[in-house]
């Protein structure tokens, strides 16, 4: 999962057995750099690898928890701009269609950082992606990613493919088929989101008209075999593309791989930062996630974890406690109120 070549090659064929060929044939001839005096063959650890003076420093998101989400950067220019318009126009923001809380009415939403709600996630994703090409910096792209190249389907690329943007709801719809026909999760969108930034970040490129689609596939197939226990195969897709090939599949996503300098961690931290940036992008953006009033059966259930929690807080204390006075047997010591005179 998450190697260079794919675990799906065909229907029929045994994917260990395949994969076990390739990295024989590509298996890398020792120099005499490698080779010390004393030691003999020395292999480097991937955790060992030095990235280069740009990937080193923290501002890269998809690897530090402290750096600023690019997707969140390019957005607030848009709004930057919207509130500016609105203020010199003297425009009202319109009927307020966000629900407040109040002294009668409590309104909470499903989605948490463990299990975010999977259609406002995909569509928070898509807006982020949306942004990435609108404030793209340029059209740096690779042969790989181009969908002239490698079409997805046997429809004919139109002429003007690479210069007109995909609207929001467009990236919505690809990506959304994908997930659905592939049962894929909202944790798994937001990884996708971290592999996009990531692929950017080191292969030094954009996404843009011309690759969104071959990249967003590239990043969702590496995400689902990374974060899902039961992955879906390349064969899998192809049943979901019709015109795409398992060939076509496996080599963009070793391609993907060897731009990613084969790294696929994503820090629960950093996980945590991309999910509520995407939050706070869709509030900027009025996309905010479904409230629902809080009924008593909900909040009976929402009681019940809370005191579980606390249940088990309170045996963590007491066992710890009873660890450091084991020792004169001491297990029935009460702790007595401290007098202050």
């Not at 057995?17 to 120099?31: K, S």
């Not at 259930?301 to 006075?325: F, G, H, N, Q, T």
Request: aromatic share 8%.
């Amino acid at each position: 999962m998450g190697g260079s070549v794919s675990c799906c090659i065909s229907p029929g064929e045994s994917p260990k057995i395949h994969r076990r060929e390739v990295e024989l044939e590509e298996c890398p001839i020792t120099t005499t750099e490698d080779v010390s005096e004393d030691t003999g063959t020395y292999l480097q650890h991937i955790s060992d690898r030095e990235l280069p003076d740009e990937l080193a420093q923290e501002s890269n998101p998809s690897d530090h928890p402290r750096a600023s989400t690019l997707f969140l950067n390019k957005s607030q220019t848009d709004v930057r701009e919207k509130r500016k318009s609105n203020y010199l126009n003297h425009m009202s923001p319109g009927q307020l269609t966000k629900k407040y809380s109040s002294c009668s009415t409590i309104f909470i939403d499903d989605s948490t950082v463990s299990q975010p709600n999977l259609k406002s996630t995909i569509k928070c994703v898509a807006l982020a992606m949306y942004y990435h090409i609108k404030n793209r910096d340029s059209n740096r792209t690779l042969d790989i990613f181009d969908e002239k190249k490698h079409p997805l389907t046997r429809d004919k690329v139109p002429d003007d493919y690479s210069v007109v943007d995909p609207e929001h709801k467009v990236i919505y719809r690809f990506i959304r088929t994908l997930f659905s026909s592939a049962q894929l999760t909202a944790e798994c969108a937001i990884v996708t989101l971290v592999y996009l930034e990531r692929l950017l970040t080191y292969a030094e490129m954009d996404i843009c008209p011309c690759n969104w689609k071959r990249i967003v596939l590239g990043a969702i197939l590496l995400a689902s075999k990374v974060w899902d226990d039961q992955a879906v195969w390349n064969v899998d897709y192809c049943q979901i593309l019709k015109d795409i090939t398992v060939e076509d599949m496996n080599e963009m996503e070793r391609h993907f791989l060897e731009l990613l300098q084969f790294n696929i961690n994503v820090p629960a931290s950093v996980y945590a930062k991309y999910y509520f940036d995407l939050r706070s992008l869709a509030d900027e953006n009025n996309l905010s996630f479904p409230l629902e009033p809080l009924s008593n059966k909900r909040a009976q259930k929402l009681e019940a974890i809370s005191r579980l929690c606390e249940d088990r807080y309170k045996d963590l204390s007491k066992s710890s406690m009873r660890r450091s006075v084991s020792v004169d047997n001491m297990v029935g010591i009460k702790s007595s109120h401290a007098v202050l005179s």
